[in-house]
């Protein structure tokens, strides 16, 4: 596998010509990459030492508007300036473009120079920091699925997105036959992303027409979100090269099954895994136990950040293998969180919850906060769920809705301590006025449904 690569091996590359552009790029709110394009030159001259971009880049929603009501910069303020400044360990190929490189880059405040606390790659890094001061590391995968469809993105956008064909007529889930129609797509992903350093074990079909899954294999947990922010902006960009489109919407047709990126997570201590003890039952250690039961505790707390839009919550249905409760089992993917590996030293928790839309960064850091309290507060772990978690009324529900996230966000104290007020109020208000945007439009759905019969 090729690894990311050094700043001495850019600069040979610029010497022969072999590289001529550099991306530079920072994670926002919605987990895509934002950024400029440099020369290669530039990039070696000045910019590897910092550029800038204006602060809007943290405070918009999916469609790049400006929402008010952010204390960190608004029109009142004059959308300022962030400092970007390149993490040249994330240096790395682009093989799916021409003569390019990829590096992400850290988000500081303009005249301090300090991180800017709401930028979602520094909130990962925050709680890594507070394993690290326990004498511990979180290992974490990502599941990546996604729909592919026939047209690329202009030519869908310009139909409206109506009459949207998949690319794959059938169910494929594990299919080799199905998915090799897609595989004009999906083995340049595969072999692109490898070139670029991630650590890709897989795709597969999944459990719905035209539905794919990528999956990535386990590593710390900055590099885990990093491998999945890029990876699915290769998916893109690939399956647009192509004249296709690849969505990671959770609920693309109400009678489509959704999408999903489940996260596994686990706790090393000192190149050893200390989720694991060999006696006891499961192999779960106290550790992992008080881990699990913060997970469980504060789920409905952390909801926003696994499912932080409108069409986010129209996934979590009975029969879809989407959760609906807030539950561990051993194995059973009709609970919330899983038990992997049970046992073994691959023993490891799955959350199930986070729906394809999430932001890596922001999905993981609210996991570990939850996690940390749990070992904190040394929360005693109930017993495993059986059966059909579905029809289990005597457990806790995931919030069904983003407005009860939303207030679930908000009034969330261990959040709070753990990222900051500030942090909070920032995704409380973009959380409310992604609400506030669906409220004042009248869908299809209420027209078809009133405008002869109401």
Not at 68 to 96: C, F, K, Q
Request: hydrophobic share 40%; glycine share 8%.
């Amino acid at each position: 596998m090729t690894a990311p690569f050094s700043f001495d091996t850019l600069q040979e590359m610029a010497a022969t010509g072999e590289i001529d552009t550099v991306l530079v790029a920072l994670v926002d709110m919605q987990g895509r990459l934002m950024g400029k394009r440099f020369h290669v030159s530039n990039f070696l001259d000045h910019s590897v030492e910092e550029t800038h971009c204006c602060n809007y880049l943290l405070a918009t929603d999916l469609v790049m508007s400006t929402p008010d009501g952010y204390a960190s910069t608004s029109w009142r303020t004059g959308y300022g300036d962030y400092v970007l400044r390149p993490d040249l360990s994330t240096l790395r190929l682009v093989p799916w473009l021409e003569k390019t490189v990829l590096v992400l880059g850290d988000v500081l405040d303009h005249h301090s120079h300090e991180p800017v606390p709401h930028s979602p790659r520094e909130m990962l890094k925050r709680q890594i920091a507070r394993l690290k001061d326990m004498g511990l590391e979180a290992m974490m995968a990502t599941e990546l699925e996604f729909f592919l469809f026939e047209g690329d993105y202009r030519t869908l956008q310009k139909d409206g997105y109506r009459n949207l064909v998949p690319l794959n007529g059938h169910n494929e889930d594990y299919n080799l036959f199905q998915t090799t129609k897609e595989e004009p797509i999906l083995r340049p992903l595969r072999n692109a992303l490898v070139e670029a350093g991630i650590p890709v074990e897989n795709t597969k079909g999944e459990a719905e027409l035209g539905q794919q899954e990528l999956n990535i294999r386990y590593a710390d947990a900055l590099a885990c979100a990093d491998h999945h922010t890029i990876a699915k902006h290769a998916t893109k960009e690939i399956a647009w090269a192509k004249g296709c489109s690849a969505s990671f919407l959770p609920k693309w047709a109400n009678d489509k099954v959704g999408s999903s990126s489940h996260v596994h997570m686990s706790l090393w201590q000192d190149g050893s895994p200390a989720f694991y003890d060999e006696g006891s039952e499961l192999g779960m250690s106290e550790l992992m136990q008080n881990f699990m039961a913060g997970l469980i505790r504060y789920a409905p707390d952390i909801t926003y950040f696994l499912a932080p839009y409108v069409n986010s919550y129209k996934r979590f249905a009975k029969g879809t293998f989407a959760p609906t409760k807030t539950v561990w089992s051993v194995d059973n993917r009709t609970a919330g969180f899983r038990l992997c590996g049970d046992g073994t030293k691959g023993i490891r928790v799955e959350c199930r919850i986070g729906g394809s839309d999430l932001n890596p960064y922001l999905a993981q850091a609210a996991l570990l906060a939850a996690g940390i309290k749990g070992i904190e507060d040394g929360l005693d772990l109930d017993p495993p769920t059986k059966g059909d978690v579905y029809e289990d009324d005597t457990v806790t529900e995931i919030p069904r809705t983003l407005r009860a996230a939303t207030q679930t966000l908000h009034d969330s104290a261990m959040l709070r301590a753990a990222m900051g007020d500030a942090v909070i109020d920032h995704y409380t208000r973009a959380a409310e006025w992604e609400q506030e945007e669906f409220d004042r439009v009248v869908t299809d759905w209420e027209i078809a449904r009133g405008f002869e019969r109401a």
